[in-house]
């Protein structure tokens, strides 16, 4: 899974996501994506797996793992904004 972000004035303005897989990681990415719209970066670094499974209303233990996809997508994308120079606001 990877997230894609645009931010304006300090918050997650746009954010889309692309995974492969089963239902529940399309919907693990979905959810996350509404979960950390509107937030500014700092915000989103405190969300956990446990927030995104209650959010999704729970999943069965088969299909837990893919809470961990979107958590660390979520991660990946905040490293690469964190890292990015000043000004840019993509990733």
Avoid: F, W
Avoid at 41 to 52: F, G, I, K, P, V
Avoid at 56 to 82: F, Q, R, W
Wanted: glycine letters at 8%; a positive charge.
């Amino acid at each position: 899974m990877s997230l894609a972000v645009k931010l304006a004035e300090g918050r997650i303005d746009q954010v889309c996501y692309r995974t492969r897989g089963c239902v529940a990681s399309i919907a693990a990415g979905s959810c996350l994506t509404e979960m950390i719209r509107g937030k500014s970066l700092a915000e989103a670094a405190t969300l956990d797996r446990q927030q995104l499974l209650e959010a999704l209303g729970g999943l069965p233990n088969a299909s837990v793992h893919a809470t961990h996809l979107a958590m660390d997508a979520l991660t990946e994308v905040l490293k690469k904004l964190v890292l990015k120079k000043p000004g840019t606001e993509e990733a």
